[in-house]
Each structure stands twice: as structure tokens, then as C-alpha cells.
T-cell receptor, first 113, second 112 residues
């Protein structure tokens, strides 16, 4: 089945630094989403991208839907301790219109104050 | 608005036993999803309901897993009999449609 390759798997950064993570696939996706998951909780939607080339911001977060529709990246600027958590990319496969999402393996972010 | 409610939060069972999880979606959300999240991985869709009908259950291990959504509201996911590899967090999510998923906090299942 379709898979999303997310990198890096983990990041250890200093507070105030910028962070970048990305997601790639060998298949086309119609929609890209970025989620954050805190320990013991379900994922929470951060940003949704609906068309190729789209660049969207949500506060200190910026995400882009790749032109080829096979990749996306998420940037976090000026990281703060509450940014700690696991970030997942997710995509809607091109063959599926029903709401199913494919998730990446996650990027675990640690922020040192 | 109230979020997606799931229970129990934690469950420990022995292999070959049965277990059931319950989900109460956000009021008015027609679409309900069950995802399985194994430690260190992203969630994987098990089954999707639209009202009380199944839209996608292609990745549900139907020999041991079953799910129902009576009256198009609450849903239960059952595993019978459980295997060690079923140890995971089971996440329920609901949406009106589109990508406005809201996930519950999940049920953490440990099979020993």
C-alpha cells in the first residue's frame, strides 16, 4: 500500500531554533495534513494543504504542499518548550475520496530550554 | 463542544482473551474512524463509518476484529481473540466531512 516516509525520526534542538521536517511518497496525494501528538493524547490537526504548491502558515508553523504532490514539509520557527511532541504528516491517497488518511512514522521533537 | 470520548483509557489482557473499546463521537459528526497506532508508528486506519454504514474496512483483520456503529452514533471495536501484536493505542476520530478530524485520547491496549 501507499507509504509516507517522514524524516527525521527525531530532533533535539535548543529553544529558539527553527525546525524543519518533511514527508515524501512515491505516490500522489490529494491532500496533505500535519498533526501534533502529545503523550497520552490523540493527534491534533495543525495545518491542512489542499493543492499542489500551496504554502500555509499557522502562527509559527509553515507547511507546503509539494508541486509534484508527492511531498510536503513543515517548518517551526523560534521553537519553544511546548513544541515538544511527535509530529505526523498525513495524506489522502489520490485513489480515495472517502476520508482515509495515510500517516507517516512521525518526527519526535525535543526542545531544550 | 465536547470532544470524542473513548473508554477505557487503558486495558491489559492476556492473549486469546477478548476486549472491546467504546467511542462516542462529537455530536452531529456523521463520519467515524477507528485507527490503530502501534508504538513508534503513525496511526493506521482500521475502519471508517458513514452514519451506521461501513465505508472502508480494507485493513481490518476481520478474522479477529469487528466493529459496529449502531444508530449512527456510538461505536464499539472488538478484538476476539487478542494476539500479542494487537498491543497498540486504538484511536477513534470523527468528522462532519472533509479533513476536520477530531481524535479521541485513545485506548492503550497491552496484550500479555
Amino acid at each position: 500500500g501507499q507509504q509516507l516516509n517522514q524524516s527525521p525520526q527525531s530532533m533535539f534542538i535548543q529553544e529558539g531554533e527553527d525546525v524543519s521536517m518533511n514527508c515524501t511518497s512515491s505516490s500522489i496525494f490529494n491532500t496533505w495534513l500535519w498533526y501534533k501528538q502529545d503523550p497520552g493524547e490523540g493527534p491534533v490537526l495543525l495545518i491542512a494543504l489542499y493543492k499542489a504548491g500551496e504554502l500555509t502558515s499557522n502562527g509559527r508553523l509553515t507547511a507546503q504542499f509539494g508541486i509534484t504532490r508527492k511531498d510536503s514539509f513543515l517548518n517551526i520557527s523560534a521553537s519553544i518548550p511546548s513544541d515538544v511532541g511527535i509530529y505526523f504528516c498525513a495524506g489522502q491517497p489520490s485513489y480515495n475520496q472517502g476520508g482515509k488518511l495515510i500517516f507517516g512514522q512521525g518526527t519526535e521533537l525535543s526542545v531544550k530550554p | 463542544e465536547a470532544g470524542v470520548a473513548q473508554s477505557p483509557r487503558y486495558k491489559i489482557i492476556e492473549k486469546r482473551q477478548s476486549v472491546a473499546f467504546w467511542c462516542n463521537p462529537i455530536s452531529g459528526h456523521a463520519t467515524l474512524y477507528w485507527y490503530q497506532q502501534i508504538l513508534g508508528q503513525g496511526p493506521k486506519l482500521l475502519i471508517q463509518f458513514q452514519n451506521n454504514g461501513v465505508v472502508d474496512d480494507s485493513q481490518l483483520p476481520k478474522d479477529r476484529f469487528s466493529a459496529e456503529r449502531l444508530k449512527g452514533v456510538d461505536s464499539t471495536l472488538k478484538i476476539q481473540p487478542a494476539k500479542l501484536e494487537d498491543s497498540a493505542v486504538y484511536l477513534c476520530a470523527s468528522s462532519l466531512g472533509g479533513w476536520g478530524y477530531t481524535f479521541g485520547s485513545g485506548t492503550r491496549l497491552t496484550v500479555v
